[in-house]
């Protein structure tokens, strides 16, 4: 089991920034991803962005450009950096893996509790 734990979350102005982190408890091995989900009041989960071990990026239409995605595989932490923050990107994100706690084993899916991030106009 890998539990993920999220900080940087906040308040702030329009066309502000933030940087979140994900702290993993244990390397992720195998073929994974890790990235970031958002969910707002009312509405679905939805991706924010992923970077899988490979190094393949994917990013939601709606943050292109102004959120970067990266990882530190040694440290098994990610990191989103969010610039030119709108209100509708306010939800509360969450860290999210996928893949095996040991290399060639069953993969899962590990979600952070969540931090709220709050864009003022």
């Known amino acids: 089991q890998v539990q993920l734990v999220e900080s940087g979350g906040g308040l702030v102005q329009a066309g502000g920034s933030l940087r979140l982190t994900c702290a993993a408890s244990?390397?992720?091995?195998?073929?994974?991803?890790m990235g970031w989900y958002r969910q707002a009041p009312g509405k679905q989960r939805e991706l924010v962005a992923t970077?899988?071990?490979?190094?393949?990026?994917n990013y939601a239409d709606a943050v292109k450009g102004r959120f970067t995605l990266s990882r530190d595989i040694a440290k098994n932490t990610a990191y989103l950096q969010m610039n030119s923050l709108k209100p509708e990107d306010t939800a509360v994100y969450y860290c999210h893996a996928f893949g095996a706690v040991i290399v060639g084993g069953r993969k899962y899916h590990f979600w952070g509790q969540g931090t709220q991030v709050t864009v003022s106009s």
């Open positions: 970077l899988t071990s490979s190094g393949q990026t």
């Open positions: 244990r390397r992720i091995g195998g073929d994974n991803e």
